[in-house]
């Protein structure tokens, strides 16, 4: 079975600072995704940005990044110009890629993200 | 707005009795998901059904069981309620039920026990 930890519980930045979360998987698929969900206050869960596991170039969507390192089963999320509005819990989940696993998320722990003013 | 419901928002209910959360997908999903969100067991992954046929089973408990309808909304049944099955459930919804479908999430039901 597959896992997903994030090793930091809170992280805290300064407002316009970059901060950076950590997720390592275990898997011994070759083909899957991975994914960084925002969790706010309001518990609405909103996905923040994917990457496909064949792909080498790591996924962007404007202010968040991530450096996808297949080899070592890290998938870290960088978030850049930090805003009050990023304040959340943040998930990294897995997705196989193999029909028979369905398209369940494996979620890690989560980690608090603070953004100090 | 995900464009996925789900009723009750909120639901208190007592020990040993039974809940009955339901899920309506965006237009055009056909399959839905159901995650439990609990401080103990964190985000879990319970059932999936794919038009109306079970997917994929994760942990889900023998107490709770599921099912979607021919009109693609799906119900989650919790039976012999204990104070441990308090947490946030939530549904999603996909496109298909293979390949890659991104899963759009409900805003949940948040169910205490007491």
């Known amino acids: 079975a597959q896992t997903v930890t994030q090793s930091q519980p809170e992280m805290s930045v300064q407002e316009a600072e970059t901060v950076t979360l950590s997720c390592t998987y275990d898997?011994?698929?070759?083909?899957?995704?991975l994914f960084w969900y925002k969790q706010p206050p309001s518990r609405q869960m909103i996905l923040v940005i994917r990457?496909?596991?064949?792909?080498?170039q790591n996924a962007t969507e404007n202010r968040f990044s991530v450096n996808f390192q297949k080899a070592a089963k890290s998938f870290s999320l960088k978030i850049s110009d930090s805003q009050l509005g990023d304040a959340a819990m943040y998930f990294c989940?897995?997705?196989?890629?193999?029909?028979?696993?369905?398209?369940?998320?494996?979620f890690g722990g989560g980690t608090r993200v603070l953004v100090k003013p | 707005d995900s464009g996925v419901t789900q009723t009750p928002k909120h639901l208190i209910t007592a020990t040993g009795q039974r809940v009955t959360l339901r899920c309506s997908p965006r237009?055009?999903?056909?399959?839905v998901y159901w995650y439990q969100q609990s401080l103990d067991q964190g985000l879990q992954f319970l059932i999936q059904?794919?038009?109306?046929?079970?997917?994929a089973k994760g942990n889900i408990l023998e107490r709770f069981s599921a099912q979607q309808f021919p009109d693609l909304h799906s119900e989650l049944n919790l039976s012999s309620l204990e104070l441990g099955d308090s947490a946030l459930y939530f549904c999603?919804?996909?496109?298909?039920?293979?390949?890659?479908?991104?899963?759009?999430f409900g805003p949940g039901t948040r169910l205490t026990v007491t």
């Open positions: 999603a919804s996909s496109v298909t039920g293979q390949g890659y479908a991104e899963q759009y």
């Open positions: 898997t011994s698929e070759s083909d899957y995704y």
């Open positions: 990457q496909e596991a064949y792909k080498q």
């Open positions: 989940a897995y997705r196989s890629a193999t029909i028979a696993a369905g398209n369940k998320l494996t």
């Open positions: 237009s055009g999903d056909l399959s």
């Open positions: 059904y794919y038009n109306g046929e079970e997917r």
